[in-house]
């Protein structure tokens, strides 16, 4: 799965060293990579932290092989066991989304609170609708403030969604009341955004804003039911974005 800062969000690789994809892999030692937020790391279950000994090593090591039935039996008597990691800090329930093993677990994915910004976010960059839907169910999202550690900090659901350029699972969002606000202009004054300055850096600002503005000019966000007109409102974007790169012409290549 390839996540590089505002360039890519919808390029899926994993490898198996040389494995059939059509055949589990168990073998001690093989992996999957992940390059996740700039940089890249393996995420073998041979290699758990202090956290990932007894059930939580079974659950990694049953995910790889795809032992549906014994994953769900081991999540149904300690559902806890989701929220243990590995090395290179996935969770049971991101890396069984990142492996497109979540059935087995899917009952329990409403109930997870730990880290769900960034699952979340994980089954947003693998189209997995369903698991979206019901990480969502319970709107425990909403009051979660953690902050992700595999993802820039400003980075909504929607907002990836919207950049993948994702129809279904923008809808699902905007159902359910979730949008991705209008960014101020670059140089504005208001309250609102001297207030920002005083807690944020100007390189944070700005990447919020350029990332902001790429999800909202995709088509597949501009024709959902938000915007009474997203002919003119794709012109008013437009305007803004001018507007920006005439504030800050060192973004202009990244704006175009």
Not at 128 to 136: I, R
Not at 160 to 179: D, R, S
Not at 219 to 229: E, G, M, R, T, V
Request: proline content about 5%; overall charge neutral; some cysteine.
């Amino acid at each position: 799965l390839t996540l590089h800062g505002k360039e890519q969000y919808n390029i899926q690789t994993v490898t198996q060293n040389g494995q059939s994809s059509e055949k589990p892999y168990c073998r001690k030692g093989d992996d999957a990579r992940v390059a996740i937020s700039y940089y890249t790391v393996g995420t073998s279950t041979s290699a758990m932290d202090a956290k990932g000994k007894g059930d939580a090593r079974d659950v990694f090591d049953l995910i790889d092989c795809g032992k549906e039935d014994e994953l769900a039996n081991l999540v149904n008597k300690n559902p806890a066991v989701l929220d243990s990691e590995n090395v290179n800090r996935f969770t049971v329930a991101q890396y069984a989304i990142l492996r497109k093993k979540w059935k087995p677990i899917l009952k329990w994915l409403p109930k997870i609170e730990y880290r769900l910004k960034e699952t979340i976010l994980i089954a947003v960059l693998g189209s997995e609708v369903k698991v979206v839907a019901a990480l969502l169910r319970d709107r425990r999202y909403d009051g979660n403030s953690e902050l992700p550690v595999l993802f820039p900090d400003h980075l909504t659901p929607i907002m990836v969604a919207a950049q993948m350029g994702n129809y279904k699972m923008i809808k699902l969002f905007v159902e359910m009341g979730y949008t991705v606000p209008i960014p101020h202009r670059a140089g504005c004054i208001c309250n609102e955004c001297e207030m920002e300055k005083k807690h944020k850096d100007d390189v944070s600002i700005t990447l919020l804003r350029l990332d902001s503005y790429k999800a909202l000019c995709n088509p597949a966000y501009l024709l959902q039911d938000i915007f009474p007109d997203p002919i003119i409102e794709s012109f008013m974007l437009c305007r803004e974005m001018d507007k920006c790169m005439d504030c800050e012409p060192y973004y202009k290549a990244i704006i175009l």
